[in-house]
C-alpha cells in the first residue's frame, strides 16, 4: 500500500504521542509519482523525517493536483 504524506503526518503524530510505539513504516510516500499533500511531514533523507508545529496535523492537499488527477468510480 502506498498512504500519502498526508496520512503518514498522521502517523507520526500518533507515533509521538504513543510512547509504546516502537516500530512503523514512513516510507510509502516516497513511492508515489505525484505528491498531493502541501505541508506536512518532509523527507530529509537518510531516514531522517521533519515535522513542523503547525495546526492541526500541519497538512492539506493541493486541489489543482487533485482535479488533475484519474479518477475511478466502483
Known sequence: ???SRFALTALMH???????VV???MDSSLMLAID??????QYR?????ILEDA???GADFNEDIL??????TV
Open 36 to 41: 498531493p499533500v502541501t505541508g506536512g511531514i
Open 55 to 57: 495546526v492541526g496535523i
Open 67 to 72: 482535479n488533475n488527477m484519474e479518477s475511478v
Open 14 to 20: 500518533f507515533v509521538l504521542a504513543c510512547k509504546n
Open 1 to 3: 500500500m502506498s498512504e
Open 23 to 25: 516500530h512503523y513504516d
Open 45 to 49: 533523507g537518510k531516514g531522517k523525517w
